[in-house]
């Protein structure tokens, strides 16, 4: 079971901004372990997006950002574009889980 | 350039086995912690198992703790899930991902069906 809380779905028009928040407790995320997050594109395996909270691999567009504050993170897209719809999960760790994942957020670009 | 293969999926009946392996390339497979990811039909990520690079660590999710066993041969570059006493709940497509405290690359993944 996910101990991260995503919302299931945000929406928006290509060029709009949309943030995907992840909701964790002090066992996970406000224990000060970092936050990661992965886009998964349909039928695709998880690509790792943001690492550290807000740092991104090498190719991966400046349009995605992290941020991390207590217990939460959030994920922001800028200048929304069609190739952004898909899946994205958080990601941390939990003292007594290991690594554990959000629920999950689908992001639709209208 | 770092790939991640997995094989060993398949139909299974429930309380039966099944040996998934991982065979890694692109990078010293020795230096590095790997994880087993699965994510059953519809779902969400879940964790299964971590290894350290010298397999002296070890750890499990609840939902399979005492059921699967993780292993890694380093001069074969390749890691491993034993599962065992499989259940219709461990229906998933499993991946392996490199890393410690996150997952850089992930392979292509290999569905597990468990199913009468």
């Known amino acids: 079971q996910s101990v991260l809380t995503q919302p299931p779905s945000v929406s928006g028009a290509p060029g709009q901004r949309v943030t995907i928040s992840c909701t964790g407790s002090?066992?996970?995320?406000?224990?000060?372990?970092?936050v990661h997050w992965y886009q998964q594109l349909p039928g695709t395996a998880p690509k790792l997006l943001i690492y550290?909270?807000?740092n991104r691999p090498s190719g991966v567009p400046d349009r995605f950002s992290g941020s991390k504050s207590g217990t939460s993170a959030s994920l922001a897209i800028t200048g929304l574009q069609a190739e952004d719809e898909a899946d994205y999960y958080c990601q941390s760790y939990d003292s007594s889980l290991r690594g554990v994942f959000g629920t999950g957020t689908k992001v639709t670009v209208l | 350039e770092v790939q991640l293969v997995e094989s060993g999926g398949g139909l299974v009946q429930p309380g039966g086995s099944l040996r998934l392996s991982c065979a890694a390339s692109?990078?010293?497979?020795?230096?590095?912690?790997m994880n087993w990811v699965r994510q059953a039909p519809g779902k969400g990520l879940e964790w299964v198992s971590y290894i350290s690079s010298s397999s002296s660590t070890i750890y499990y999710a609840d939902s399979v703790k005492g059921r699967f066993t993780i292993s890694r041969d380093n001069a074969k570059n390749s890691l491993y899930l034993q599962m065992n006493s499989l259940r219709d709940e461990d229906t998933a497509v499993y991946y392996c991902?490199?890393?410690?405290?996150?997952?850089?690359?992930w392979g292509q993944g290999t569905l597990v069906t468990v199913s009468s």
């Open positions: 550290g909270n807000s």
């Open positions: 991902a490199r890393g410690e405290m996150h997952f850089d690359y």
């Open positions: 002090s066992s996970n995320i406000g224990a000060g372990y970092d």
């Open positions: 692109g990078f010293t497979f020795s230096s590095y912690s």
